[in-house]
T-cell receptor, first 111, second 112 residues
């Protein structure tokens, strides 16, 4: 089966600093890599995705980096805000178009 | 705001009871999923569907069953609930070929 894992279960950052959340995956055949954010009491919400033929994609305050050589994915959040406090998941999409999620990283922003 | 709804939000039931967790979406998505989320936060895919009359088992073995008689509706049933079924259940949908899955708020099930 798929193996998707985040490096750290928890991460604390000072408000205004940049956050980096890392993820490792096992399946080289995954065609898309996606980041989700889950706030307390809610379901996960899509943040950004990156296709397997890219190595960087930027969104609003977020950047995703993909290193296929070492099967590593990261999410960078610029100028972290209290509203960014949540659990973050990376997910991979397989050929069957199913999404497999890893364990989450709980990001806590310290005011 | 995603148009996908799960009911109930919270449910406490006794061992041996049959229960159905409801999930409905109004986006016309063909692909629907059920995930089980454990206390360690990881989401495990337990069932998915490509469309009407399509149901498949996911990566995690589950004693639950699903049905897909209508595009918008994807209920999950436990014939005989056990304490080991205590968990958070999340339903999601996506367009076929899409990477963005829309999640419901989840059903937190406790079996006593």
């Amino acid at each position: 089966g798929e193996s998707v894992g985040l490096h750290l279960p928890t991460l604390s950052v000072q408000e205004g600093d940049n956050s980096i959340i890392n993820c490792a995956y096992s399946n080289s055949a995954s065609d898309y890599f996606i980041w989700y954010k889950q706030e307390s009491g809610k379901g996960p919400q899509f943040i950004i995705d990156i296709r397997s033929n890219m190595d960087k994609r930027q969104g609003q305050r977020v950047t995703v980096l993909l290193n296929k050589t070492v099967k590593h994915l990261s999410l960078q959040i610029a100028a972290t805000q209290p509203g960014d406090s949540a659990v973050y998941f990376c997910a991979v999409r397989t050929g069957a178009n199913n999404l497999f999620f890893g364990t989450g990283t709980r990001l806590t922003v310290i005011p | 705001e995603a148009d996908i709804y799960q009911t109930p939000r919270y449910l406490v039931i006794g061992t041996g009871k049959k229960i159905t967790l409801e999930c409905s979406q109004t986006m016309g998505h063909d692909k629907m999923y059920w995930y089980q989320q454990d206390p360690g936060m990881e989401l495990h895919l337990i069932h998915y569907s490509y469309g009407v009359n399509s149901t498949e088992k996911g990566d995690l073995s589950s004693e639950s069953t699903v049905s897909r008689i209508r595009t918008e509706h994807f209920p999950l049933t436990l014939e005989s609930a056990r304490p080991s079924h205590t968990s958070q259940y999340l339903c999601a949908s996506s367009e076929t070929g899409g990477t963005e899955a829309f999640f419901g708020q989840g059903t937190r099930l406790t079996v006593v």
